[in-house]
């Protein structure tokens, strides 16, 4: 059985081989009585023929990237967005699709809470939060965000979003897990943030008084400094001695 490359190999590709060989031909003046070149010529021809295979062997789907964030944070009561975008290579196809799950706390299995496919979205109305998920997306600009309305305790889990952007449909979801707290935790990152700011100002502080003494002591000693030479001047004009006046 053989195999037939030639319809799928680029027309440059053959060009290239086309030049090689008619390059590599006894009669070609550029290989005549040259045999050290037909080594070059047979790993050249490799060289283009692997090419050749890897493009026509190339998968037609590229891979596609999902973002969510990493933890959110929300007030008992409140409505928290979840936001899902994702990067393809692609333009952003009719087809594109968003799948939201939804896995609380200390459970093992994710149920599905949303799907938006065929230009349309499919909310939950049956699992735990039905009408009180929104969705907030807008798939032409690769954004699949969801909201949620009136967070509790029970809502406390991981929410994975996976999108697909055929022929772009090989990545992995990204997950983002909720709290909900009574009253939001002040973040490691702001306190650490605070600290780093005070030390920082404490030492501009302490440098800036060190340069006003430096200023006040040496403005000090150039005034002592004046007095003294000022005294001398005059101590040294009262000791000269009166010059006689003209003798008649």
């Known amino acids: 059985m053989s195999l037939d490359l030639t319809p799928s190999i680029p027309s440059f590709l053959l060009h290239s081989l086309s030049l090689l060989f008619i390059s590599g031909a006894p009669g070609h003046s550029g290989s005549s009585g040259c045999p050290r070149g037909r080594p070059i010529l047979a790993m050249l021809t490799l060289l283009v023929l692997t090419a050749a295979l890897l493009l026509t062997a190339a998968p037609q789907s590229e891979a596609i ?13 409140s409505d928290v967005r979840l936001s899902c975008s994702f990067f393809s290579w692609r333009w952003t196809s009719d087809d594109v699709t968003f799948s939201w799950n939804y896995r609380p706390d200390g459970a093992k299995d994710s149920i599905s809470i949303f799907h938006y496919t065929g230009g349309a979205p499919y909310l939950d109305n049956k699992g735990p939060f039905r009408e009180r998920l929104e969705f907030v997306g807008n ?7 969801i909201l949620i309305r009136n967070v509790d305790f029970n809502d406390n889990g991981t929410f994975t979003c996976d999108a697909k952007n055929p022929p772009d449909i090989v990545g992995r979801p990204s997950s983002v897990r909720l709290l909900v707290f009574e009253k939001v935790p002040i973040q490691a990152g702001v306190i650490t943030g605070a600290i780093i700011g005070v030390v920082l100002g404490l030492l501009i502080l302490v440098v800036a008084i060190y340069y006003l003494m430096r200023f006040l002591v040496a403005r000090r000693v150039f ?3 004046m007095s003294k030479h000022g005294k001398k001047g005059k101590g040294k004009e009262g000791s000269q001695p009166r010059q006689a006046g003209p003798s008649k």
């Open 139 to 145: 798939p032409s600009r690769r954004d699949g965000s």
């Open 65 to 77: 990237v999902v973002y969510t964030g990493w933890e959110r944070h929300a007030l008992v009561g």
């Open 223 to 225: 005034t002592l400094s």
